[in-house]
């Protein structure tokens, strides 16, 4: 197998908490041609920089504080002939970076990338990855749920090759937290966009229902960023929670309530059937993803949200 350079770019924003486990699992890459790792932070006050530079990384700025402005400067300062992205609160396998290579040049795809485990101690935390990690809550797109290898509309995180990234001008700064799944539209227009459930990698997700809600409102807002820039990138599971919305303020608003009250409390069962308590505690998680994603999808629509 071809076995190009790689350049590890980690975007960061206060992750003191996290830094030191995601660049140990880095360091332990089977993947020998790792030249190096850059940290991209937003200038963080917290030890995120003092701990990145002493785990071996060498630390960039980036000034404006957006994650799409940080990975750009990582493609620019970027010596291997591939970037492996890899984020702040994200733990990668030992294999990552080697299965991430490999698809590349097997498959010749501008994008590849893999699944999302979310983990997290027991309590809301754990409701809260259970839920990220149900068709349910984030969405049944293969990063989020699993499935079989093949070409898809976007991934997590993503490994590409350098001169790909550059070529079509690095990632947008003005469609929120969905520079990711924008990146992918134009990558899938230049090589394809290629889902392998071998990569693998565990994350944190966030730990109150009032930071879940933010998050997905944010989710909602960027989304719809993208759907203005790109029409045809607008999937059908994207429509669910708009959709659900729309339902809570019509006429029907009682029997829509009621019907969706009634999927959320079986999703909770089900959960509690494996998770137990934990898993009940799905029931209130998933209103607060599914409801402000909606409402910031559809403001989002009205282009008015200023999305860095």
Same mark, same amino acid.
């Given at each position: 197998?071809?076995?190009?350079?790689?350049?590890?770019?980690?975007?960061?924003?206060?992750?003191?908490?996290?830094?030191?486990?995601?660049?140990?699992?880095? &360091?332990?890459?089977?993947?020998?041609?790792?030249?190096?790792?850059?940290? #991209?932070?937003?200038?963080? $006050?917290?030890?995120?920089?003092?701990?990145?530079?002493?785990?071996?990384?060498?630390?960039?700025?980036?000034?404006?504080?957006?994650?799409?402005?940080?990975?750009? #400067?990582?493609?620019?300062?970027? @010596?291997?002939?591939?970037?492996? &992205?890899?984020?702040?609160?994200?733990?990668?396998?030992?294999?990552?970076?080697? &299965?991430?290579?490999? /698809?590349?040049?097997?498959?010749?795809?501008?994008?590849?990338?893999?699944?999302?485990?979310?983990?997290?101690?027991?309590?809301?935390? /754990?409701?809260?990855?259970?839920?990220?990690?149900?068709?349910?809550?984030?969405?049944?797109?293969? *990063?989020?749920?699993?499935?079989?290898?093949?070409?898809?509309?976007?991934?997590?995180?993503?490994?590409? &090759?350098?001169? $790909?990234?550059?070529?079509?001008?690095?990632?947008?700064? $003005?469609?929120?937290?969905?520079?990711? /799944?924008?990146?992918?539209?134009?990558?899938?227009?230049?090589?394809?966009?290629?889902?392998?459930?071998?990569?693998?990698?565990?994350?944190?997700?966030?730990?109150?229902?009032?930071?879940? @809600?933010?998050? *997905?409102?944010?989710?909602?807002?960027?989304?719809?960023?993208?759907?203005?820039?790109?029409?045809?990138?607008?999937?059908?599971?994207?429509?669910?929670?708009?959709?659900?919305?729309?339902?809570?303020?019509?006429?029907?608003?009682?029997?829509?309530?009621?019907?969706?009250?009634?999927?959320?409390?079986?999703?909770?069962?089900?959960?509690?059937?494996? /998770?137990?308590? $934990?898993?009940?505690?799905?029931?209130?998680?998933?209103?607060?993803?599914?409801?402000?994603?909606?409402?910031?999808?559809?403001?989002?629509?009205?282009?008015?949200?200023?999305?860095?």
């Amino acid at each position: 197998m071809i076995e190009p350079t790689v350049t590890v770019v980690i975007p960061t924003y206060r992750e003191a908490a996290h830094i030191e486990q995601t660049l140990s699992a880095v &360091r332990g890459q089977t993947y020998a041609k790792i030249v190096e790792v850059l940290v #991209v932070d937003g200038r963080s $006050d917290d030890s995120t920089r003092a701990l990145a530079a002493a785990g071996g990384a060498t630390v960039l700025d980036n000034p404006l504080r957006v994650q799409a402005a940080g990975l750009n #400067v990582g493609i620019a300062a970027a @010596a291997g002939e591939v970037i492996v &992205r890899v984020d702040g609160p994200c733990t990668i396998e030992p294999e990552y970076v080697e &299965r991430c290579v490999e /698809a590349l040049v097997r498959t010749g795809a501008a994008l590849v990338g893999g699944a999302m485990s979310p983990v997290a101690e027991r309590g809301m935390p /754990a409701a809260i990855a259970l839920a990220m990690a149900s068709p349910l809550g984030a969405g049944p797109a293969r *990063f989020h749920s699993g499935g079989a290898p093949g070409w898809v509309d976007t991934v997590y995180l993503g490994a590409y &090759r350098t001169a $790909d990234a550059g070529a079509v001008g690095g990632y947008a700064i $003005d469609v929120g937290v969905n520079e990711d /799944a924008e990146f992918a539209v134009r990558m899938a227009k230049r090589g394809g966009v290629w889902f392998d459930p071998s990569i693998r990698s565990t994350y944190t997700p966030r730990r109150s229902l009032r930071a879940v @809600a933010t998050q *997905f409102g944010r989710y909602g807002t960027s989304r719809a960023a993208t759907v203005r820039r790109h029409p045809s990138s607008l999937a059908s599971r994207q429509l669910a929670a708009p959709v659900l919305v729309l339902g809570l303020c019509s006429p029907w608003r009682r029997r829509v309530l009621g019907a969706y009250l009634a999927v959320v409390a079986a999703e909770a069962v089900r959960q509690a059937a494996s /998770a137990g308590r $934990d898993g009940l505690l799905v029931a209130p998680v998933l209103p607060a993803m599914h409801v402000p994603w909606g409402i910031g999808f559809l403001v989002g629509l009205t282009g008015l949200v200023d999305r860095r």
